[in-house]
T-cell receptor, first 114, second 113 residues
Framework: DGGITQSPKYLFRKEGQNVTLSCEQNLNHDAMYWYRQDPGQGLRLIYYSQIVNDFQKGDIAEGYSVSREKKESFPLTVTSAQKNPTAFYLC?????????????FGPGTRLLVL | GESVGLHLPTLSVQEGDNSIINCAYSNSASDYFIWYKQESGKGPQFIIDIRSNMDKRQGQRVTVLLNKTVKHLSLQIAATQPGDSAVYFCAESGSGGYQKVTFGTGTKLQVIP
């Protein structure tokens, strides 16, 4: 059963705490992405990775960090420097990074601040 | 439910009728377009895509129309069903080299049984 999995479904963060959101894909896709979704807004790109061991900042990278040590995995850490972390976080992947690329999304993680 | 659908334009359609959801895009260089469906609390699902060398593409119960002159995209859903209730949004990108994908804010489709 191929696809993208994200965990956990809900995550609670305390003040000053770093939290990590998991994203795994078994589609053998080269490129992976992290987006943030807020009510009434389009998806905003946080970070993307063209290929393993590479990643680049997106439009709203401040307060976030990522790693891409394996092709299948692209975890996102929300650091204490992110002052407004409450949002729905979506991970996506595409076969390749360049050219026409349909991005396929995971089920999302909702992050809430305690 | 989740808050993804708040503050979005809403289209209410009777079950069995056809739905038309519209999207205006701004980048005249965009030449690849995708429609996604997002149910409450879930990730977006790919519905259909279209390249700029086409003006119409059909899938199962869905048709996408592209008017490059006025930079307009529409998604038509035939015989709308309760399971079609969701937020629908379009995405645009170029196709040469790295091209950022820009996502629209979406339209909420409510199907009235």
């Amino acid at each position: 059963d191929g696809g993208i999995t994200q965990s956990p479904k809900y995550l609670f963060r305390k003040e000053g705490q770093n939290v990590t959101l998991s994203c795994e894909q078994n589609l053998n896709h080269d490129a992976m992405y992290w987006y943030r979704q807020d009510p009434g807004q389009g998806l905003r790109l946080i970070y993307y990775s063209q290929i393993v061991n590479d990643f680049q900042k997106g439009d709203i990278a401040e307060g976030y960090s990522v790693s891409r040590e394996k092709k299948e995995s692209f975890p996102l850490t929300v650091t204490s420097a992110q002052k407004n972390p409450t949002a729905f976080y979506l991970c996506a992947s595409s076969i390749r990074f360049e050219g026409e690329k349909t991005q396929y999304f995971g089920p999302g993680t909702r992050l809430l601040v305690l | 439910g989740e808050s993804v659908g708040l503050h979005l334009p809403t289209l209410s359609v009777q079950e069995g009728d056809n739905s038309i959801i519209n999207c205006a895009y701004s980048n005249s260089a965009s030449d690849y377009f995708i429609w996604y469906k997002q149910e409450s609390g879930k990730g977006p699902q790919f519905i259909i895509d279209i390249r700029s060398n086409m003006d119409k593409r059909q899938g199962q119960r869905v048709t996408v129309l592209l008017n490059k002159t006025v930079k307009h995209l529409s998604l038509q859903i035939a015989a709308t069903q309760p399971g079609d209730s969701a937020v629908y949004f379009c995405a645009e990108s170029g196709s040469g080299g790295y091209q950022k994908v820009t996502f629209g804010t979406g339209t909420k489709l409510q199907v009235i049984p």
